[in-house]
């Protein structure tokens, strides 16, 4: 039987960036990341985590973002509805961004992956190659298009990220939180429902 979420109930979430393939027709020295994005509960605002710059010829990441979620039994029933968007982008180069003083991105494709699919998979654990719908031809022909590598693992109950990063630390390893206000994109704490406690960035 599969665990079922109470009325004011909590959950971590660990999405982890693994890697992409499919990338060698891009320019020689081009620096890919990832940006995920996250919804709450129906609302058009949206949270965003982005990964490191990579060479896109070794595509490579493995970062985890662990969240504390909490929220009431139909929040979390709206989540499951919604799903994660994956951006793959391409940073300008770093003579742009010096000469203006801020960093810049192209937008290559994106990909969604639904909340469901994660809560619905065996012990809410799962690992796949996500297509990314390119915004234009990224590709020679009779290449194939991009994919991101994904990882979600979902657990039920009082365990938090904190708790769960104690098993996982890695001597090296960087450690971004985000508390209350979501840093990222400015939203307050009335809007981050279902990702009302913490967000961390753990870089393996």
Request: aromatic content about 6%; hydrophobic content about 35%.
């Amino acid at each position: 039987m599969k665990p079922t979420l109470m009325a004011d109930s909590s959950f971590s979430c660990e999405i982890t960036i693994l890697q992409a393939r499919n990338t060698g027709s891009l320019p020689q020295g081009s620096e890919l990341f990832v940006r995920c994005y996250l919804s709450a509960a129906g609302r058009r605002e949206r949270i965003h985590l982005d990964t490191v710059d990579v060479p896109a010829a070794a595509c490579s990441w493995d970062e985890a973002f662990s969240l504390q979620c909490s929220g009431s039994d139909d929040s979390i029933e709206e989540l499951k509805q919604e799903s994660l968007v994956f951006e793959l982008r391409q940073r300008k180069c770093s003579r742009w961004r010096k000469c203006t003083g801020a960093p810049s991105s192209k937008l290559l494709g994106a990909a969604e992956l639904p909340w469901r699919t994660a809560f619905e998979a065996p012990e809410m654990r799962i690992e796949e190659w996500v297509p990314i719908i390119p915004c234009r031809s990224i590709a020679e022909e009779n290449e194939k298009p991009p994919s991101v590598r994904v990882a979600m693992i979902i657990r039920l109950g009082s365990e938090t990220w904190e708790e769960t990063g104690k098993q996982r630390r890695r001597q090296g390893r960087k450690k971004r939180a985000l508390e209350g206000e979501c840093r990222c994109c400015g939203c307050g704490e009335e809007y981050c429902d279902v990702f009302a406690m913490a967000a961390a960035l753990e870089a393996f």
